[in-house]
């Protein structure tokens, strides 16, 4: 399981979805990238998030239930090896995420999963963090160069796909929730960076605070975060 990832084998791979029938809806295209993740690394699951208008990742596709199950644990708690790929916008990987003490929330019940090891990656979406994609292990495993550089080529076809159906508008509610990361991704991240020397925290705490003041206000993130800038003050501080 997780063995060096094959260059040729990755090509081929990529060339396979970047040349599938036109007419395949968003969501079988999605799929057909995290079945591909499963068969090129020898992984046990992969999963793609996308972030929606409460700045929380949602579950979009995955290959199994422990994935979908795996995704919604990070959902609901607000962090995770993929929520920290999204919010960090770089590579997150862990040999263990039962074991890592970074996401002290979701650990435990990872542990139920028989979730080991993790490899996460940004997607984006006219060069903005807008979900992540990433494979799982039912074993601790230590991620080498090729299936990090993998990952991140996977991600670019997804990256692909999403540009063309917002840019098409079919994609439905996908496609409502890319618009709205766009159109408010400046905001959210001044807000962050407001809270983060308000409150002296980092940047992983302050979109959590953002993002729970959103939910808990039942209010799009976006409106937060302009209001925090104008007012100084979160919902709940007012």
Request: proline share 4%.
């Amino acid at each position: 399981m997780g063995t060096h990832v094959d260059a040729a084998a990755l090509a081929a791979s990529l060339r396979r979805l970047q040349d599938r029938p036109a007419g395949h809806g968003l969501q079988n295209s999605l799929q057909q990238v995290v079945d591909a993740c499963v068969q090129l690394f020898s992984v046990t699951g992969s999963g793609l998030m996308v972030a929606d208008a409460e700045g929380a990742l949602r579950y979009a596709v995955a290959t199994d239930g422990p994935s979908q199950e795996l995704e919604e644990i990070q959902f609901e708690a607000g962090e995770g090896p993929c929520v920290s790929a999204f919010v960090a916008d770089r590579l997150i990987e862990t040999e263990d995420a039962s074991q890592d003490d970074r996401w002290p929330r979701v650990a435990p019940r990872i542990e139920a999963l028989k979730v080991r090891g993790m490899l996460g990656v940004p997607v984006h979406l006219s060069g903005i963090p807008v979900g992540s994609l990433d494979v799982y292990l039912d074993v601790p495993h230590k991620w080498d160069e090729s299936e990090r550089s993998a990952l991140m080529r996977y991600a670019v076809i997804v990256e692909a796909m999403l540009e063309a159906a917002v840019a098409a508008d079919r994609a439905g509610e996908l496609a409502e929730q890319l618009h709205y990361a766009l159109d408010y991704r400046v905001p959210i991240e001044r807000g962050v960076g407001y809270l983060m020397a308000r409150d002296g925290v980092d940047h992983a705490e302050a979109f959590n605070r953002l993002r729970r003041s959103a939910r808990s206000s039942r209010r799009k993130i976006g409106v937060v975060a302009e209001e925090l800038l104008k007012t100084g003050l979160l919902p709940e501080e007012n």
